[in-house]
């Protein structure tokens, strides 16, 4: 996953018009290290999303405006639209963000 640092480069790659995965954590977050073990092998079985990441500690104004209220979540963004939002509690493991990427439709 490629790191976002900036809300410009947020901006720029949410507005994209393919769908793009962000994934929201925090360095302290145990169940983003849990996520981060397994997370390589679903982004394989998925290259029809880019992959991103933001630190939702250092962007908390996002998280707040997103919706973000538990981490990790993966968000899916469209054309500068949040499309879909697979919230922390149902992302603790790769079957379960499997079932919510096999479910999106756009």
């Avoid at 707040?64 to 499309?83: A, C, H, R, W």
Wanted: charged fraction near 25%; charge should be negative.
């Amino acid at each position: 996953m490629e790191p976002i640092k900036d809300i410009e480069t947020f901006e720029s790659i949410t507005a994209q018009s393919e769908p793009v995965i962000i994934k929201f954590f925090a360095d302290w977050c145990p169940d983003c290290k849990v996520m981060d073990m397994f997370i390589g092998e679903v982004i394989k079985d998925y290259p029809q999303y880019s992959w991103f990441e933001i630190n939702s500690d250092h962007f908390r104004e996002l998280a707040d405006k997103y919706q973000v209220m538990g981490i990790p979540s993966l968000l899916i963004f469209q054309n500068g639209e949040k499309k879909a939002h697979l919230h922390s509690a149902n992302a603790k493991s790769p079957e379960q963000v499997r079932e919510f990427l096999d479910q999106v439709t756009l």
